[in-house]
């Protein structure tokens, strides 16, 4: 310093002593410069974050041996040398529970045991490798963290992996581990399974003891778990699923829900096709059935009416799907609200922005109707139950919107947010099981369906989904070298012209063919009423009256104001001596035409018919 007393601004320069300083000044902030820019740089070239050890996936690492393996001649452990990881709200025995928060786990003490899932595990030869990145107390749909990072997404870097079990999807899909375990509660397991393109399962509701894993909403946790392999995903479930325990069954009904693949922008050369195609090689399988879920939840859970919110311009089907979704996230609230209200009022933890205002909105929540969400959430799982019985797959999209990109400035709206739930709040709220089963990619993005079972029938369910996994894809394979129409739905084009050749067929009175015209486009396009409609008129023709009703009962779940369908299904009933019924549709026709000469001359026939 003394170097410096004497000099002032406007000297010619300053002290031969200063100047050393000067340079080696210029020299440090050079290099610190010349090493920012080049980590900014590499950054920038990746496209993800610096920290890329083990794609950002674990809290902390550390390795849990298995039981010894018995000796021969006994068989080894089923799970011999499978590694799996847990994400960061199972206990195990010597380390805190971090709950995706700092806070959290500084205000809470060890564990005195392990969780009882991940003890099975180790007793049957699998070994736990370490804790994973998790979305904070199991709130959020991206998967990222405020205090450990988004875990990379092995699949496209770019795109986030979904949350909240974010680090034990990424660490199956970067291969780090054979499986995962992690918790769903509206979507936890099920988001980044289609995001990170992989095998996810959500078992039936209270299937799989939860002592030692923290509760977010004890009606809505499962714990599920991740896997590349279908195999592995089957192996790891007939461990955990020991006291459900059934006989295979050789006879499986698939139900597509053609409402629900209306909300998803992925061509149906991709998803419906290659679904019906791999349903038809698989042995013991009834034909692919088509229905609206959204119509039949509406009529069979009559509690649901409290929770839909009013809009003329919401279609029905979606009223309905978001009604369940504000039902299945009010009862979270709720709980989550009981469970853990005092812990912070008391710490007042550092949260991040998104997961702080779910966890605001759910200490801050009142709820007088709480009666009417456990009586809805019996009503459906009672309902789909009855649908599905033990040998029913209801079939959805996981999600409708394609994973989000990293680091976006775009929030995530209320709206794409309730959207994003509407789909996984069927199986949520009810507690029936789901698969999340990836289908190829679709402009890059991973695309998904996913399986849903009757409560209980998870083992059913495994057992399907290894049995045509081969064929499912096989017909992945040749779905991703087909060219779609130039169309904006997907294959619009195509079944129009099926439809025309229908049309030619059946007025040269050639009513097989019109028959298989009209199959054929429905393939392509099954939510147009019309190709319903068309093919029962063929099917009155050659007599097939059952085939003709069940046609037009679809037209008018797809077009309420369809005459010719209530025409055709009033003809068909007619034929086969079910006169009341007939009347009915008659009666509905006059209604939406009263001049209907034809719906006339029926209900006057009818009538006197049945006097």
Same mark, same amino acid.
């Given at each position: 310093?003394?170097?410096?007393?004497?000099?002032?601004?406007?000297?010619?320069?300053?002290?031969?002593?200063?100047?050393?300083?000067?340079?080696?000044?210029?020299?440090?902030?050079?290099?610190?410069?010349?090493?920012?820019?080049?980590?900014?740089?590499?950054?920038?070239?990746?496209?993800?974050?610096?920290?890329?050890?083990?794609?950002?996936?674990?809290?902390?690492?550390?390795?849990?041996?298995?039981?010894?393996?018995?000796?021969?001649?006994?068989?080894?452990?089923?799970?011999?040398?499978?590694?799996?990881?847990?994400?960061?709200?199972?206990?195990?025995?010597?380390?805190?529970?971090?709950?995706?928060?700092?806070?959290?786990?500084?205000?809470?003490?060890?564990?005195?045991?392990?969780?009882?899932?991940?003890?099975?595990?180790?007793?049957?030869?699998?070994?736990?490798?370490?804790?994973?990145?998790?979305?904070?107390?199991?709130?959020?749909?991206?998967?990222?963290?405020?205090?450990?990072?988004?875990?990379?997404?092995?699949?496209?870097?770019?795109?986030?992996?979904?949350?909240?079990?974010?680090?034990?999807?990424?660490?199956?899909?970067?291969?780090?581990?054979?499986?995962?375990?992690?918790?769903?509660?509206?979507?936890?397991?099920?988001?980044?399974?289609?995001?990170?393109?992989?095998?996810?399962?959500?078992?039936?509701?209270?299937?799989?003891?939860?002592?030692?894993?923290?509760?977010?909403?004890?009606?809505?946790?499962?714990?599920?778990?991740?896997?590349?392999?279908?195999?592995?995903?089957?192996?790891?479930?007939?461990?955990?699923?020991?006291?459900?325990?059934?006989?295979?069954?050789?006879?499986?009904?698939?139900?597509?829900?053609?409402?629900?693949?209306?909300?998803?922008?992925?061509?149906?050369?991709?998803?419906?096709?290659?679904?019906?195609?791999? !349903?038809?090689?698989?042995?013991?399988?009834?034909?692919?059935?088509?229905?609206?879920?959204?119509?039949?939840?509406?009529?069979?859970?009559?509690?649901?009416?409290?929770? !839909?919110?009013?809009?003329?311009?919401?279609?029905?089907?979606?009223?309905?799907?978001?009604?369940?979704?504000?039902?299945?996230?009010?009862?979270?609230?709720?709980?989550?609200?009981?469970?853990?209200?005092?812990?912070?009022?008391?710490?007042?933890?550092?949260?991040?922005?998104?997961?702080?205002?779910?966890?605001?909105?759910?200490?801050?929540?009142?709820?007088?109707?709480?009666?009417?969400?456990?009586?809805?959430?019996?009503?459906?799982?009672?309902?789909?139950?009855?649908?599905?019985?033990?040998?029913?797959?209801? &079939?959805?999209?996981?999600?409708?919107?394609?994973?989000?990109?990293?680091?976006?400035?775009?929030?995530?709206?209320?709206?794409?947010?309730?959207?994003?739930?509407?789909?996984?709040?069927?199986?949520?709220?009810?507690?029936?099981?789901?698969?999340?089963?990836?289908?190829?990619?679709?402009?890059?993005?991973? &695309?998904?369906?996913?399986?849903?079972?009757?409560?209980?029938?998870?083992?059913?369910?495994?057992?399907?989904?290894?049995?045509?996994?081969?064929?499912?894809?096989?017909?992945?394979?040749?779905?991703?070298?087909?060219?779609?129409?130039?169309?904006?739905?997907?294959?619009?084009?195509?079944?129009?012209?099926?439809?025309?050749?229908?049309?030619?067929?059946?007025?040269?009175?050639?009513?097989?063919?019109?028959?298989?015209?009209?199959?054929?486009?429905?393939?392509?396009n099954n939510a147009n009423a019309i190709y319903y409609c068309n093919r029962a008129a063929a099917y009155l023709k050659l007599a097939c009256f059952q085939q003709a009703e069940a046609d037009c009962s679809q037209?008018?779940?797809?077009?309420?104001?369809?005459?010719?369908?209530?025409?055709?299904?009033?003809?068909?009933?007619?034929?086969?001596?079910?006169?009341?019924?007939?009347?009915?549709?008659?009666?509905?026709?006059?209604?939406?035409?009263?001049?209907?000469?034809?719906?006339?001359?029926?209900?006057?026939?009818?009538?006197?018919?049945?006097?």
């Amino acid at each position: 310093m003394e170097l410096w007393k004497n000099w002032r601004p406007g000297r010619s320069s300053p002290p031969n002593g200063a100047k050393v300083w000067i340079v080696l000044g210029i020299t440090v902030a050079g290099v610190l410069i010349l090493a920012e820019a080049t980590r900014r740089r590499r950054r920038m070239s990746r496209g993800v974050p610096r920290r890329v050890e083990f794609f950002g996936a674990f809290v902390e690492r550390f390795e849990l041996a298995p039981s010894p393996q018995p000796p021969p001649p006994a068989a080894r452990h089923p799970l011999a040398d499978l590694k799996f990881a847990v994400s960061d709200n199972f206990e195990i025995k010597g380390y805190v529970a971090g709950y995706g928060n700092p806070d959290w786990k500084r205000t809470h003490e060890p564990a005195s045991q392990t969780a009882a899932v991940v003890s099975a595990l180790l007793e049957r030869g699998a070994t736990c490798v370490g804790r994973t990145v998790m979305d904070e107390f199991a709130f959020g749909v991206t998967g990222d963290n405020l205090h450990y990072g988004t875990p990379i997404n092995p699949e496209l870097p770019s795109l986030v992996p979904g949350g909240s079990s974010s680090g034990s999807a990424v660490a199956v899909a970067a291969e780090l581990v054979d499986f995962a375990l992690g918790t769903d509660t509206i979507g936890g397991m099920r988001i980044p399974a289609s995001f990170c393109g992989i095998f996810g399962f959500k078992p039936s509701h209270g299937t799989i003891s939860s002592i030692g894993v923290l509760t977010n909403s004890q009606s809505l946790d499962t714990i599920g778990w991740f896997a590349r392999d279908p195999s592995i995903l089957h192996r790891v479930g007939h461990i955990l699923l020991q006291a459900s325990a059934t006989g295979p069954k050789w006879t499986r009904r698939f139900i597509l829900a053609d409402d629900c693949f209306q909300l998803l922008r992925v061509p149906k050369h991709k998803t419906v096709q290659v679904l019906g195609k791999a !349903v038809e090689n698989l042995s013991g399988c009834q034909p692919l059935k088509h229905m609206n879920i959204s119509q039949y939840i509406a009529t069979n859970v009559l509690s649901l009416k409290e929770f !839909v919110k009013p809009s003329t311009k919401m279609q029905q089907g979606k009223s309905t799907l978001r009604a369940i979704s504000s039902a299945m996230v009010l009862l979270q609230r709720y709980e989550f609200k009981t469970n853990h209200e005092d812990w912070f009022n008391t710490t007042k933890p550092r949260i991040g922005i998104d997961i702080s205002s779910q966890v605001l909105a759910a200490v801050n929540s009142t709820q007088d109707n709480i009666k009417s969400l456990y009586k809805m959430r019996l009503e459906l799982r009672s309902a789909l139950n009855k649908l599905l019985k033990d040998d029913g797959i209801l &079939i959805i999209p996981t999600v409708t919107e394609f994973p989000f990109k990293r680091d976006s400035r775009k929030k995530i709206t209320p709206d794409i947010e309730d959207l994003l739930h509407a789909l996984l709040s069927i199986a949520g709220i009810s507690g029936c099981c789901q698969i999340t089963v990836p289908l190829g990619k679709h402009e890059s993005y991973p &695309i998904s369906i996913s399986y849903i079972a009757a409560h209980g029938a998870d083992k059913f369910l495994l057992d399907t989904v290894l049995n045509m996994y081969s064929s499912l894809q096989e017909q992945i394979t040749i779905a991703s070298n087909l060219v779609p129409t130039p169309d904006t739905n997907g294959d619009m084009d195509a079944s129009e012209l099926l439809k025309e050749k229908g049309n030619a067929a059946y007025k040269g009175r050639q009513w097989n063919k019109a028959v298989s015209f009209y199959s054929e486009a429905i393939k392509l396009n099954n939510a147009n009423a019309i190709y319903y409609c068309n093919r029962a008129a063929a099917y009155l023709k050659l007599a097939c009256f059952q085939q003709a009703e069940a046609d037009c009962s679809q037209a008018l779940l797809l077009d309420k104001k369809n005459v010719k369908a209530y025409l055709r299904r009033g003809t068909a009933r007619e034929m086969l001596l079910c006169y009341k019924e007939a009347l009915e549709d008659f009666k509905h026709a006059l209604v939406l035409e009263p001049q209907n000469k034809d719906a006339v001359d029926a209900e006057k026939r009818l009538r006197k018919l049945m006097a």
